[in-house]
């Protein structure tokens, strides 16, 4: 199955439709009236798109095991045709098409079985989705027309000892999301050098300022130290969304001092250093925090 570790547990909605063809009003007329021999209709398809939803992972390979949180499936009749409705929800890390789409599927296979016995043309057709919501796939937020700064923040780098990975796996996170990189520097772990580069970044115009590295407990680690002076709002939630993601996949990200807020117009947002942490950190604030730039925006008009 596709990896889906990485990603973020949401609110994710789907629904699809099927269409049974019948071949005679009698057919409708019996379905309508209870007189199918074999029993209710849409009572017992309805209870076999129930468990279809929950039971898709054990059919379809490359479905995921998840929580179908709701569950409405809906008969519509027009003419000679039946259209089925099935609607599914989940907050989970992947989406529910797919069990929309087994759920239609197997209530009309089950009105099939049904009818057959007095309707020897009944058809199963155009088993589509109708909608799907949720998940990074379903945001509107870009950074087109964002530029940004990615600032790493590590004595041992500064100095050659060691590689950047960290601030270069912002950069691929950012560029995903079309935000342009306006610059790109290692400085050594010192406070001024810190708040130097900060007030130069946003003085040039900088809307986004990303740092990584400093945030631990070492004695060298000053990055929050030297960030939060500068912030005319912090915004906690960045943080504890950060922190938030990183625990469920490693127990010592409580201890990481990552923080956020804005100066002026500029969101700055200080990461863990590690690589892992900085991609992670990423993958759990964007694209959402994106939409700052609307608010921002929508505020100055």
Same mark, same amino acid.
């Given at each position: 199955?596709? &990896?889906?570790?990485? #990603?973020?547990?949401?609110?994710? #909605?789907?629904?699809?439709?099927?269409?049974?063809?019948?071949?005679?009003?009698?057919?409708?007329?019996?379905?309508?009236?209870?007189?199918?021999?074999?029993?209710?209709?849409?009572?017992?398809?309805?209870?076999?798109?129930?468990?279809?939803?929950?039971?898709?992972?054990?059919?379809?390979?490359?479905?995921?095991?998840? +929580?179908?949180? /709701?569950?409405?499936?809906?008969?519509?009749?027009? &003419?000679?045709?039946?259209?089925?409705?099935?609607?599914?929800?989940?907050?989970? #890390?992947?989406?529910?098409?797919?069990?929309?789409?087994?759920?239609?599927?197997?209530?009309?296979?089950?009105? /099939?079985?049904?009818?057959?016995?007095?309707?020897?043309?009944?058809?199963?057709?155009?088993?589509?989705?109708?909608? #799907?919501?949720?998940?990074?796939?379903?945001?509107?937020?870009?950074?087109?027309?964002?530029?940004?700064?990615?600032?790493?923040?590590?004595?041992?780098?500064?100095?050659?000892?060691?590689?950047?990975?960290?601030?270069?796996?912002?950069?691929?996170?950012?560029?995903?999301? &079309?935000?342009?990189? &306006?610059?790109?520097?290692?400085?050594?772990?010192?406070?001024?050098?810190?708040?130097?580069?900060?007030?130069?970044?946003?003085?040039?115009?900088?809307?986004?300022?990303?740092?990584?590295?400093?945030?631990?407990?070492?004695?060298?680690?000053?990055? +929050?130290?030297?960030?939060?002076?500068?912030?005319?709002?912090?915004?906690?939630?960045?943080?504890?969304?950060?922190?938030?993601?990183?625990?469920?996949?490693?127990? /010592?990200?409580?201890?990481?001092?990552?923080?956020?807020?804005?100066?002026?117009?500029?969101?700055?947002?200080?990461?863990?250093?590690?690589?892992?942490?900085?991609?992670?950190?990423?993958?759990?604030?964007? +694209?959402?925090?994106?939409?700052? /730039?609307?608010?921002?925006?929508?505020?100055?008009?």
């Amino acid at each position: 199955m596709v &990896n889906i570790t990485h #990603k973020n547990s949401t609110l994710r #909605k789907a629904v699809a439709e099927a269409v049974v063809s019948v071949s005679t009003q009698e057919t409708i007329d019996a379905i309508v009236n209870h007189k199918v021999p074999k029993g209710n209709v849409f009572e017992m398809s309805k209870t076999a798109g129930l468990f279809a939803a929950k039971k898709t992972s054990d059919v379809i390979p490359d479905c995921h095991p998840l +929580p179908i949180e /709701y569950t409405s499936i809906q008969f519509e009749i027009r &003419n000679l045709d039946i259209h089925v409705t099935s609607e599914i929800h989940t907050i989970y #890390k992947t989406g529910v098409e797919v069990e929309a789409m087994h759920s239609a599927s197997v209530v009309a296979l089950t009105m /099939y079985d049904m009818l057959k016995p007095i309707d020897k043309n009944i058809e199963i057709k155009n088993i589509r989705l109708l909608e #799907k919501k949720g998940g990074k796939s379903d945001s509107k937020d870009s950074g087109e027309g964002i530029g940004a700064s990615v600032i790493v923040c590590s004595d041992s780098i500064f100095a050659g000892k060691k590689e950047d990975k960290a601030g270069k796996a912002i950069i691929t996170a950012l560029e995903k999301h &079309n935000v342009a990189i &306006n610059d790109y520097v290692i400085i050594p772990d010192e406070v001024m050098e810190i708040q130097e580069k900060i007030k130069s970044d946003v003085s040039q115009g900088i809307k986004l300022i990303m740092i990584t590295g400093g945030t631990g407990l070492s004695k060298r680690d000053v990055t +929050p130290e030297a960030v939060r002076p500068l912030l005319e709002r912090e915004i906690p939630g960045i943080a504890e969304a950060i922190r938030s993601y990183g625990q469920l996949r490693t127990p /010592y990200s409580m201890l990481s001092r990552s923080l956020a807020g804005m100066i002026g117009d500029t969101l700055v947002i200080a990461l863990p250093g590690s690589t892992k942490g900085a991609e992670e950190s990423m993958d759990a604030i964007f +694209p959402g925090i994106l939409h700052i /730039y609307k608010i921002v925006a929508g505020a100055q008009h």
